[in-house]
């Protein structure tokens, strides 16, 4: 399968590190991106052949990508447009509605809008996928296939859920990587050096994590095992209820959610 993306900045690379990974030949990847170090970078980093500009040769695929940020979609769209034929048309912009790509192409529907994450890089993504409805399966297997060398994939067939999904997934490794830090600046300012503190942090956070997905039970109920009656975890959870913490994620999800639909609205 021939993949041009479009845009080769964050999650682009990670894309293209996971396809390799999974074995997918450079020699099908094409990238096209405007910014000369850019370029560079990516062929000598993945040996995946790149174009400053969009035209006929750089769209000879199955599939483009387009990984720009969301408010340069609309000039990408309409310079793709006229070189569109039968290939499929994957998003993974943040808010920009797939009937408004599809417009932006001129009325061209085999698009595909997903979200995907940027532990894509290490193969632990994880993306939602919505089609249009003239999508036919074959190309919405296509469009699984590359986000699958990322990770893991589901489809939701509400296009509204990508905005929840761009919120909780999505921007969901900045959330984790904000707990990190936490976590690794209590350790210093308790005494750890910062290779036990980064060691500490990163191995609960894994740990964690694989604990809670290969487990039948649910969060609260793994959280309840680590906290002993009159405990530390205990305290420190009274001091997290205390400060609103869960309620200011929840509500910090919320307003990433409204960033997105305030995107879509924007952007059409
Ligand atoms: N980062 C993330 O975690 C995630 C991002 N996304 C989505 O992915 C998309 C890309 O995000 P990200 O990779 O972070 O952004 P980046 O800015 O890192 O990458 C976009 C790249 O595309 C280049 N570009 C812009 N316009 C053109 C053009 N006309 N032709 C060729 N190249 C062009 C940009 O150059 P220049 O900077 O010079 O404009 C930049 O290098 C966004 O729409 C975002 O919503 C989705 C999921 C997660
Ligand atoms: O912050 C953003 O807008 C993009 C979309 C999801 C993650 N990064």
Known sequence: MRITFIGGGNMATALIAGLLRQGHSARQISVVEHNAEARARLAADYQVSTYAELGPEAVIADTV??????????????????????????????????????????????????????PAMIGAGV??????????SPQRQMAEDIL?????????EDEALMDAVTAVSGSGPAYVFYFIEAMQQAALELGLSSAAARQLALETMLGSAQLAAGSPEDAATLRAR???KAG???????RMDE??????????????????????????
């Open 232 to 238: 530390t975890t205990e305290r420190a959870l009274q």
């Open 148 to 156: 699958k060398s990322a990770g893991s994939v589901l489809w939701v």
């Open 243 to 268: 400060a609103g913490v869960k309620a200011a994620i929840i509500s910090a999800i919320h307003a990433a959610a409204e960033r997105s639909i305030e995107l879509g609205d924007a952007l059409q």
């Open 226 to 228: 680590v906290t002993s």
């Open 65 to 118: 990508v387009l990984a720009v940020k969301p408010q340069q979609l609309k000039g990408v769209a309409q310079a793709l447009s006229p070189l569109l034929a039968t290939q499929l048309v994957v998003s993974i912009a943040a808010g920009v509605r797939a009937r408004t790509l599809s417009a932006w192409l001129m009325g061209y529907s085999n698009v595909v809008r997903t979200m995907p994450n940027t």
């Open 127 to 136: 993306t939602a996928l919505y089609a249009l409805p003239a999508v036919q």
